[in-house]
């Protein structure tokens, strides 16, 4: 039997795809014993469970390494999502949010190498790639092919933590022609973007029009289907990915395409406030074939923070939903979905209550509109019963249940996997309270711990590394003793208390 014909409408970016021809790296992968050292060593006295756990983290996500063969095409040596011997989109890029702590050890981020190198012409790249041969998951038009719109938020995260502008200018161009995929074959004619259970990356929630397709299974139209509706999520992630492709290309001097991605970053930011926000329960949700409202309550609707789309009166309503007991205010937090919904199970039910790594596209939004007193309440609820699962199983797992400190069900464990987010980046950027921007050579500390506690070998770009460390204080209001030793320029601005703060020049 013939494989089918594959037509492509060529897309003049994915051309400039430098990764298409990229020889491999088939460098020797690391060990995790011989190399551990060079790991960021967080310091946090009279915690030495949180520490093993951390290094309990590290020590799975080494294990999950994978390196580029002949048969798979791949030529980057990558962080496997733990799950079926695939690649992930979706897994990947949260896996990197812990994993940019590594790159003294390995370059978590040239993960992503394996996904722009299987481009094709048109733009298109799969969510799921097999390890073994290299074939992508899905074909092109499936539903299920392709998400979240991702990528370019998490390649801007690095670029925070090291500054590298030559990695910055490889990656433009094959994210450009991927949201141009997206825009010519996964947008309505009003301009808003849909997916699927999968293509969105969380499987099963109940979001599709039931009543539009009544012969079908729910969960298949669950999982599979699109429903004809204007998705939230993958519409904030095409107005976020608009926004740090302009800002990718303000930061290369490049003028490509930025014109017409600042025009469709307006007209999503209209259409989301306009069309997909509900006056009525202050939310943004789904919206239906027929102009209403897919009234369920879903963590998809906090993209908008991290989009920065909400306006500062809707942040603060949201910010209110996070805080009520009835929604997503839960022992654990925070649900996938609200727990005022039929459907939600104290279990986790996967996604149908489920608290996962997404919970760190939450915290990173409350910070970007300056609410961090409710993202450090969030990140040491969700880390806190991260740690007392792990000290119950002696590791992680995919997900968490809301109403108990329990591994979720279903939940794949040793998950590291995504779920090294809350041992390692959890703990770095909100218990501790250190985050860095190499590119501004700025450290921000909110120093919230008592206990002495900082951070060596915390790298600031490549190459670079600082040591910060807190004294034992009193109280929160206390004017913590900082000590700082850099091997680079770098600003330390530290806040504490009432929202005190100081800064200083190393």
């Known amino acids: 039997m013939k494989e089918p014909i594959t037509r492509y409408v ?17 460098s020797e992968l690391p060990d995790f014993e011989k190399e551990k050292g060079k790991l960021p060593e967080p310091v946090w006295a009279g915690h030495d469970d949180e520490i093993a756990a951390y290094y309990k983290a590290w020590e799975i996500a080494f294990r999950n390494l994978g390196k580029p063969t002949k048969e798979s095409g791949f030529v980057s040596p990558y962080i496997d999502a733990a799950f079926n011997g695939h690649i992930f989109m979706w897994d990947s890029c949260f896996m990197l949010m ?8 390995h370059c978590f981020q040239k993960t992503l190498d394996n996904f722009y190198c299987k481009q094709h012409k048109d733009g298109f790249i799969c969510r799921e790639i097999n390890e073994l041969d290299g074939v992508d998951r899905f074909y092109r038009h499936d539903p299920t092919s392709t998400g979240p719109e991702i990528m370019a938020w998490c390649e801007w995260q690095y670029y925070k933590n090291y500054g590298d502008k030559e990695r910055l200018k490889k990656v433009y161009y094959p994210l450009l022609s991927f949201h141009h995929w997206l825009k010519n074959y996964h947008r309505w004619k009003d301009g808003s973007y849909w997916s699927s259970g999968w293509g969105c990356g969380m499987d099963n929630l109940p979001r599709c029009d039931l009543e539009l397709i009544p012969d079908s299974e729910d969960w298949q139209l669950e999982t599979f289907h699109h429903s004809y509706m204007s998705w939230i999520d993958a519409t904030l992630q095409a107005a976020m990915s608009c926004e740090y ?19 469709e970053y307006d007209n999503l930011v209209r259409f989301v406030n306009e069309k997909m926000w509900s006056e009525k329960d202050g939310f943004y949700y789904d919206l239906k074939a027929d102009g209403s409202f897919l009234a369920v309550k879903t963590v998809a609707a906090f993209w908008a923070l991290i989009a920065k789309i909400a306006p500062p009166d809707r942040v603060d309503v949201l910010c209110r939903h996070l805080e009520d007991k009835n929604e997503f205010n839960r022992p654990n937090r925070v649900p996938a979905l609200s727990a005022d919904h039929p459907d939600y199970k104290d279990n986790g039910g996967y996604w149908n209550g ?8 939450i915290l990173c939004g409350l910070s970007a509109n300056g609410k961090e007193k409710l993202a450090k309440e969030i990140a040491e609820c969700c880390y806190k019963n991260c740690i007392e699962v792990y000290k ?20 794949r464990e040793n998950f590291v996997g995504w779920t090294g987010i809350f041992p390692i980046t959890v703990l770095i950027e909100y218990i501790l309270g250190i985050r860095v921007s190499a590119e501004k050579s700025e450290i921000v500390w909110r ?20 040591t910060l460390m807190c004294k034992a204080r009193k109280s929160q209001n206390e004017k913590p003793e900082i000590t700082v030793e850099s091997d680079k320029p770098i600003k330390v601005k530290v806040i504490y208390g009432e929202d005190w703060q100081f800064s200083f020049d190393i």
Do not use: C
């Not at 812990?98 to 050890?105: E, H, I, M, Q, R």
């Not at 492709?245 to 025009?263: F, N, Q, T």
């Open 10 to 26: 060529e897309d003049r970016y994915a051309k400039l795809n430098e990764f298409v021809s990229m020889q491999p790296d088939m």
């Open 98 to 105: 812990f994993g940019k702590y590594g790159d003294s050890v």
């Open 245 to 263: 492709l302009i800002m990718m290309a303000e930061e290369l001097g490049i003028s490509d395409d930025v014109d017409a991605l600042r025009d």
């Open 354 to 361: 489920g608290v996962s790594p997404a919970d760190y596209m």
């Open 392 to 411: 119950k199983t002696g590791t992680f797992w995919e997900n968490y249940a809301p109403e108990t400190a329990d591994r979720g069900d279903p939940a």
């Open 447 to 466: 120093v919230n711990r008592l206990e002495e506690h900082g951070i060596k070998k915390l790298p600031v770009g490549r190459d670079s590394f600082v």
